[in-house]
Nanobody, 130 residues
């Protein structure tokens, strides 16, 4: 049984940084695409970062809104995925979900579409105050 558990986040001042963690169990996460999604009330989940390994190389994907500011990383030994969030803005406020995909990356990397992911964590809240 696949289980993803997010942690980290909390309240952060605008311009600050935080790190989200996602612990995977029941699956070897390095074999699949992993992604982080952002959701605010009344809106659909938006993919912000993805990471996957293919032929020894790591593929990253980022939404335009977070490029440069957010970085996805993973620890194969610990079966963890991280989202390093820098220069946070109030619009980054919301729930952040970790997800694991159906497959590993294609030659284009890992998608940011929620339809490509089949297991989700419970989410962790990030609140950025100005």
């Amino acid at each position: 049984q696949v289980q993803l558990v997010e942690s980290g986040g909390g309240s952060v001042q605008a311009g600050g940084s935080t790190i989200l963690s996602c612990a995977a169990s029941g699956v070897t996460a390095s074999r699949f695409c992993m992604a982080w999604f952002h959701q605010v009330p009344g809106k659909e989940r938006e993919g912000v970062a993805s990471i996957g390994i293919r032929n020894g190389g790591t593929y990253y994907g980022y939404a335009d809104s977070v490029k440069v500011r957010f970085t996805a990383s993973r620890d194969h030994v610990e079966n963890m995925v991280y989202l390093i969030m820098r220069n946070l803005a109030p619009e980054d406020t919301g729930m952040y979900y970790c997800a694991i995909g159906f497959t590993g990356p294609s030659t284009s990397g890992c998608p940011l579409s929620s339809a490509s992911y089949n297991s989700w964590g419970q989410g962790t809240q990030v609140t950025v105050s100005s």
